[in-house]
């Protein structure tokens, strides 16, 4: 199994060399960190390895070192991004070892979103040109370093399997014969990519790099990391955001056998131990007064409120088009609904957790981390040290789902280790976890349709307050109180909708800290719009499938993914009672997804989500096994918020504290889901999340069938459900 | 003073309270960091581990109530018939995401087919659903486990 297929890079040589030997001692036996040359140098061409961009290295031993731009948190990039590279660069996937990028906003931004992230599912979209053109970089100046080599033409000569052939005379040169020459070369930037018909790797199953380690143990997480001497500390945060610790009586904590030091902060205290057993046992015994603050009376009902009146009056109009009021007027039927969606936590299987080594002049991070960038300025700032003072060595994410694209969890653990001697691993218990996320925004949604006598919505109208993410996380996207995020699945529908008109009103909770969720704007939207949509077809007494196929004549490849899953899922044959099927379709993060659900109720109101069919145009598939994988993983992840997901807030606290009050969908309650991908050559569409935000909808709407109750408030009450006896 | 404890084989002599959870005396005492911390509460599965060949939540397991029992960790699961077959299916299957959470799946899964050969979907049910996967990688779990049953049944026949 490939032990050292991962490992970590960091900035600065002399740290680099002695985290290197720090970590391997450390870490037992586990992966074997790189030891790599600062980019810089290699860039100067004063190392042996063959370093034509910022993702390539080839070392005279013939090694292919692969830098990862975008994180490995389960969906699949470090796979399909070595995908992309070994294409054009005419590698195996089996002679390339990855990296996780360091912090490096120049080199290694994503170009959709200005900053080096993973997230919104556009790792690949953002990837599938430069990657695929740095590959052929470097393939261009190794063809010509053999050419020079053999003093011929390079036209004459191509790459395959990692050696440059001259075709003619058969004579080989291996890409680490030639490294050091194709140091030397000037970096193209004339490259020609590959047709489609000429890709080997891209589009086929091809295995996950990553998955030997992760059978047998030796992946390593941010919370494995043990530089030489870690404590492990763990941590009681307010209980209500925004309060601060009054007092502590720590004397019972330092009793305990292994606990080290009691760290107090303003609105944390933190038990440092020799291990994270004697650190919970520490925090249990600390006798904590707070002082709770002004949010000590909030309720969720209270956010919901002052939600509600936001879309009582204007917002920022995100799309119209036509003339909706009008239309409205003269409209034949007129619905109306109001949808909300809960606080969500994020509840990655990883616990939040960050290692930390303060020193006199440095401090030194290892974190598994969706923006490994924004962890190091924002450590950098409360650690009180320039920028390349501070060294982070990113890992494999134990999930990430937006939670890891925030770096409050760094500035927390600088807090407690810049009053630790040596390194601290700051590791959340589950309760802290869940009850210090930030989480995704509570929605309030007011909407309104006019049919014509044909039942078709002549007018749409939708005014909806939340939080805005963007505004805090990336201001620069935040313009005229409108972000691409929170409107994504609420304007450019599929559908033909003539008088559109689309509002939202930014309203930031007060108490609560919001973050990205998975799916993001569309967890929220298409919900709403695909469940809006199938009242309209309601209230006329259409089909769903039929009603929504007659406003796609624009969209043939909606339409196409609609017919798709409408057929492999039998849609219209009869079903026991108490069992239906409900449908959505999405464009989301650049892909069309249609789902077909199929929800037994029982007379108790219980829900099984029995069989799920999706199908799915995302252009081109990279990794079509990736493809399925991450349906599948969007499906159980939204199914399990529709059924289950809701964080409350009563007298300022979360309510939901683990497992047992926030609840996973599991193995016994899994449906069977059936993925089927059109074909296509377009580029490629993001899916990291789109299974999501389309499965939530594709329920609420078999409910509907089933039973005839709509559900306009997530997650699904089953006691709304029950039938009388 | 201390407790020793046999884990995957190996003497170890720890020096915990009593009531310090199995899970922690591997990852922080011991370094074997396979092992995961999800919930703290037996409510997760991911830091599961074999207890004398049971599937035992590591995380709820005090280390004075092991005493002589062989603890195998997924460090070691490889080295046991059905650990391998479980590997070997997970690969072919392709079941991982994130990952994170495999580990506690794997044991137990290895724990089911090393005491049923020809588990049917309820009893993958009942062996499975304590262990939770926030990446959604069930539909796969319960392919590849039945595929670990038809190779060992295969090599039986």
């Known amino acids: 199994m490939a032990l050292d297929r991962i490992s970590s890079r960091s900035t600065d040589t002399n740290l680099s060399r002695r985290s290197f030997l720090a970590s391997s001692a450390g870490f037992g036996g586990g992966l074997v960190l790189s030891l790599s040359l600062p980019l810089h140098r290699i860039e100067a061409g004063q190392s042996e390895s063959f370093a034509p961009n910022a993702f390539i290295r080839i070392g005279s031993e013939g090694q292919v070192v692969l830098t990862m731009p975008y994180v490995e948190m389960g969906q699949g990039t470090y796979t399909s991004i070595p995908m992309l590279i070994a294409e054009e660069l005419e590698v195996s996937l089996m002679q390339v070892r990855l990296e996780h990028a360091p912090p490096n906003e120049k080199l290694y931004a994503n170009p959709l979103l200005g900053v080096q992230a993973t997230g919104n599912s556009n790792a690949i979209r953002g990837a599938w040109k430069p990657l695929r053109e740095a590959g052929a970089t470097a393939r261009i100046m190794l063809i010509a370093a053999a050419a020079n080599r053999w003093g011929v033409d390079p036209k004459s000569c191509r790459a395959e399997h990692g050696e440059i052939v001259h075709v003619s005379t058969g004579r080989r040169l291996t890409y680490g014969e030639l490294a050091t020459e194709a140091a030397k070369i000037a970096v193209r930037k004339d490259v020609i990519l590959k047709s489609p018909e000429d890709f080997k790797l891209i589009g086929t199953r091809t295995k996950r790099l990553d998955a030997p380690e992760k059978v047998d143990g030796t992946a390593l997480y941010g919370i494995d990391a043990r530089p030489p001497n870690v404590k492990i500390a763990t941590l009681a945060q307010s209980p209500v955001f925004g309060g601060r610790v009054k007092s502590v009586d720590d004397a019972a904590a330092k009793a305990v056998n292994g606990v080290r030091q009691i760290v107090r902060l303003d609105d944390t205290v933190a038990v440092v131990a020799d291990h994270m057993g004697a650190a919970k046992k520490g925090l249990a015994a600390l006798k904590i007064e707070w002082d709770d603050g002004p949010h000590s009376r909030l309720a969720t009902e209270e956010i919901s409120r002052q939600l509600e009146m936001a879309t009582l009056g204007p917002g920022a109009v995100a799309q119209n088009k036509g003339d909706a009021d009008k239309a409205m007027a003269s409209a034949t039927t007129k619905v109306e609904a109001i949808y909300q969606v809960p606080f969500l936590a994020h509840a990655a299987m990883e616990p939040m957790n960050c290692t930390v080594h303060f020193r006199q002049n440095e401090c030194e991070i290892w974190i598994g981390s969706q923006a490994v960038a924004r962890v190091q300025a924002m450590a950098a700032n409360a650690a009180g040290l320039p920028l390349d003072r501070v060294i982070v060595h990113n890992h494999l994410l134990g999930g990430g789902f937006g939670r890891r694209l925030e770096a409050d969890g760094a500035v927390r653990a600088v807090e407690i280790a810049k009053h630790v001697e040596g390194p601290v691993k700051v590791v959340w218990t589950r309760e802290e976890d869940i009850q210090h996320d930030m989480y995704r925004p509570y929605w309030f949604d007011r909407l309104s349709a006019g049919l014509d006598d044909q039942g078709r919505p002549v007018a749409w109208k939708n005014r909806f307050a939340g939080s805005s993410v963007i505004a805090r996380w990336l201001p620069p996207a935040f313009n005229n109180g409108l972000d691409p995020d929170s409107t994504e699945g609420a304007i450019d529908l599929v559908y033909d909708l003539p008088n559109f008109h689309v509002e939202y009103v930014r309203v930031e909770p007060p108490g609560i800290p919001t973050a990205f969720w998975r799916s993001v704007g569309p967890s929220h939207n298409v919900f709403v719009t695909e469940s809006f949509i199938d009242e309209l077809a309601a209230a006329t007494k259409q089909d769903p499938v039929a009603y929504r196929r007659a406003l796609l004549d624009k969209s043939p490849r909606a339409k196409a993914v609609l017919d798709l899953a409408a057929d492999k899922a039998g849609w219209g044959k009869a079903l026991p009672k108490g069992t239906g099927r409900g449908v959505s379709l999405q464009l989301a993060f650049g892909s069309y997804l249609a789902q077909v659900a199929e929800v037994e109720v029982s007379t108790s109101g219980a829900i099984r989500v029995r069989r799920v069919v999706c199908a799915v145009d995302c252009g081109t598939a990279i990794n079509p096994d990736t493809v399925q994988a991450q349906i599948q993983s969007g499906i159980i992840f939204g199914a399990t918020a529709a059924l289950y997901g809701e964080i409350t807030l009563k007298n300022g606290r979360v309510e939901q504290t683990n497992f047992d009050t926030y609840q996973m969908l599991r193995m016994n309650e899994a449906p069977t889901i059936e993925v089927h991908i059109v074909q296509s050559s377009e580029p490629p569409g993001g899916l990291g999340e789109a299974g999501t935000s389309a499965i939530v909808p594709a329920i609420a709407n078999a409910i509907f069938a089933a039973t005839g109750k709509r559900l306009r408030k997530m997650p699904v009450d089953a006691s709304a459900l029950k039938q009388p006896v | ?157």
């Open chain 2, 1 to 157: 003073m201390g407790f020793d404890i046999n884990v995957n084989g190996n003497v170890h002599n720890v020096d915990v309270d009593g009531d310090t959870p199995l899970l922690w005396v591997l990852r922080d005492v011991l370094g074997m960091t396979g092992t995961k911390f999800g919930c703290g509460m037996a409510l997760c599965g991911a830091c599961t581990v074999h207890i004398d060949g049971t599937a035992s939540r590591s995380c709820v397991t005090p280390i004075d109530t092991i005493g002589n029992s062989q603890i195998t960790t997924i460090e070691a699961i490889g080295a046991t018939s059905a650990g391998a077959k479980i590997q070997k299916a997970w690969l072919d299957y392709e079941v991982v995401q994130c990952g994170y959470c495999q580990s506690g799946q794997i044991m137990s899964a290895s724990a089911l087919l090393a005491s049923n050969a020809n588990p049917k979907d309820a009893d993958i049910d009942d062996a499975m659903s304590g262990n939770i996967c926030r990446c959604g990688t069930y539909v796969r779990i319960r392919e590849a486990i039945k595929l670990a049953a038809a190779l060992t049944n295969e090599k039986r026949g």
